[in-house]
């Protein structure tokens, strides 16, 4: 052993560069990188398990939400016999020519008195005979002129901006309380909806029937656009009428958080970030705006 250590002392001296390089010198750098490594993952062991119990808790408040209704009541559902009705008047009215969406919109809600069965008329009008502008999608321009309710009633042709719009306009004509929502829509899946998620902006409408606000997206329940964004194909799956708010709020996430009909003291924390980041305001207005 003692012979070990005087040659390693004696090729030391000879060849400090080579020993550096190769020695103990080199021996000692690698314990001190493990060690520095090791410390370096200790000191992740704290930040993973709150982050672990963030995205648990988050996921219990989410789950735990409620509609801004004491709990959400579905609206009666339409009998079919008052749907073929409906029908027959969208259809009516589908081939006859109106000089404005306000008589059209009398036309559409004549024959009805209870609210449910007016806004249906009007809802399913707009579905049927707005067409998505996939131009405007495609080349990205969208004037707001374009989009406002006379010009989508005289050119058949919006974005989700224009649909919203019209609906709101004839909604109120027709006398049931509606309003206009924007923000942005998540978590597409297969085809391309008419959105791009999280990277444009969405609109839709919730309205108030019964007593009870309910959200609705006519332009997705219009139809949808292929993925080349090249050809908008009408598809009436009605997926987003009146349905409960805590669904609805999976794929939209409104610019003012209170028309997501969620309960605002059950808001969870990645509710608060989309309102935060959407509303384009200081974090510290945002804050007090809390508070």
Not at 117 to 142: K, P
Not at 227 to 235: I, P
Not at 241 to 246: N, R, S
Request: aromatic letters at 14%; hydrophobic letters at 35%.
């Amino acid at each position: 052993m003692k012979r070990d250590v005087d040659k390693a002392a004696e090729l030391r001296k000879k060849y400090p560069d080579f020993y550096r390089q190769f020695g103990m010198a080199d021996y000692r750098r690698q314990a001190a990188r493990r060690l520095h490594l090791s410390k370096f993952l200790k000191s992740l062991y704290v930040p993973t398990l709150l982050c672990l119990f963030v995205l648990v808790f988050t996921y219990m408040v989410y789950d735990g939400k409620r509609p801004l209704n004491p709990d959400y009541v579905p609206t009666p559902e339409l009998s079919q016999s008052v749907k073929r009705n409906i029908d027959q008047t969208v259809s009516d009215a589908s081939r006859l020519e109106f000089t404005s969406y306000e008589e059209l919109t009398d036309f559409l809600v004549e024959p009805y008195t209870d609210e449910h069965e007016r806004f249906y008329s009007i809802y399913r009008w707009v579905t049927s005979n707005i067409s998505y502008d996939v131009d405007s999608l495609r080349e990205g321009h969208v004037t707001s002129d374009e989009n406002s309710p006379d010009s989508v009633f005289e050119r058949r042709l919006a974005v989700c901006d224009g649909y919203s719009k019209l609906l709101t306009a004839m909604t109120s004509h027709a006398g049931v309380d509606i309003e206009y929502v924007s923000g942005r829509a998540v978590g597409l899946s297969g085809r391309l909806r008419i959105i791009l998620a999280g990277n444009e902006g969405h609109a839709w409408n919730i309205v108030k029937l019964n007593g009870y606000w309910y959200p609705v997206d006519s332009t997705w329940d219009a139809g949808y656009v292929d993925d080349n964004v090249t050809k908008f194909t009408r598809r009436y799956d009605f997926e987003h009428y009146l349905v409960d708010p805590d669904q609805f709020h999976i794929r939209h996430k409104a610019m003012n958080p209170n028309k997501n009909l969620l309960n605002d003291v059950e808001m969870n924390p990645i509710d608060l970030i989309w309102s935060y980041l959407l509303n384009g305001q200081s974090f510290t207005d945002f804050i007090r705006s809390k508070l």
